[in-house]
């Protein structure tokens, strides 16, 4: 039934959330689960002022940063998963649009369930839904859980 799950994450407590529940999906269903990081720049602003604890803004970003933010949270995503007892949980960096990529990914991974926080680290276009998560719940030709 679901034999692979994709999760989409991007540091923040909603996706934190989204792939602890792709875990328990997936030991409950002896599913595959890997994760999907696409870096933007609110990602690589996050990852900065956790790490230095002052607003950095988004005008930071670059190639090399974008990267060391997107190890970090590789990184942190697989630290929770090895918490939910999912250890060596591979980790995809995207680039570009994330529901764009997650999509690719999904449809080129045979994926059965795409898991994504209701609201990450995006602008306000997608204040009550994520603009990420709305966009794979639209388009995705698997099921999708949206996570609070």
Request: with cysteine; charged share 25%; proline share 2%.
């Amino acid at each position: 039934m679901i034999t692979k799950i994709l999760v989409g994450y991007d540091g923040s407590e909603a996706s934190d959330r989204a792939l602890r529940l792709g875990c328990d999906i997936a030991t409950k269903y002896r599913a595959k689960i890997e994760v999907s990081h696409t870096p933007k720049d609110e990602t690589v602003s996050y990852a900065a002022e956790a790490i230095s604890g002052f607003y950095i803004g988004p005008n930071v970003a670059r190639d090399e940063t974008l990267l060391a933010a997107a190890e970090k949270m590789a990184d942190k995503a697989r630290a929770i998963a090895a918490d939910c007892g999912h250890q060596g949980l591979e980790v995809h960096i995207g680039h570009g649009n994330p529901a764009e990529d997650l999509l690719a990914r999904a449809k080129s991974d045979g994926v059965d369930l795409i898991v994504t926080g209701r609201r990450g680290l995006g602008d306000l276009r997608g204040l009550l839904l994520g603009s990420t998560s709305h966009g794979v719940s639209a388009k995705a030709e698997c099921a999708v859980l949206t996570v609070a």
